[in-house]
């Protein structure tokens, strides 16, 4: 998987096999390794609201009604973010 790649290779830790505690929150499950650049955290942003938009796109349509104002309401905030995101990963390009 793709996006796999790019969370490994910005130094997002998905559970740390080593026991060691890389965050301020010892509870914390997913785990941002202090030294990772900007542009891998907006590119990795940018990859998991991609992926919600599939998932509230595929749900939305399978729904009726008031559920679906909802979640296609949850769809445009997803496609804005992903805006905001992706503006902001082409500032974090080009310096």
């Known amino acids: 998987m793709r996006w796999r790649r790019v969370v490994y290779s910005c ?14 929150n010892p509870n914390s499950t997913f785990r941002i390794a202090p030294d990772v650049d900007s542009e891998c955290l907006l590119a990795s942003l940018s990859e998991n609201l991609a992926s919600a938009n599939a998932m509230i796109s595929d749900l939305a349509f399978d729904l009726e009604g008031s559920r ?3 979640a296609l309401g949850i769809l445009q905030v997803i496609e804005v973010s992903e805006l905001l995101a992706n503006r902001a990963l082409d500032i974090v390009e080009v310096r």
């Open 11 to 24: 130094g997002l830790d998905l559970g740390a096999a080593d026991g060691k505690e890389t965050s301020d």
């Open 68 to 70: 679906r104002h909802v």
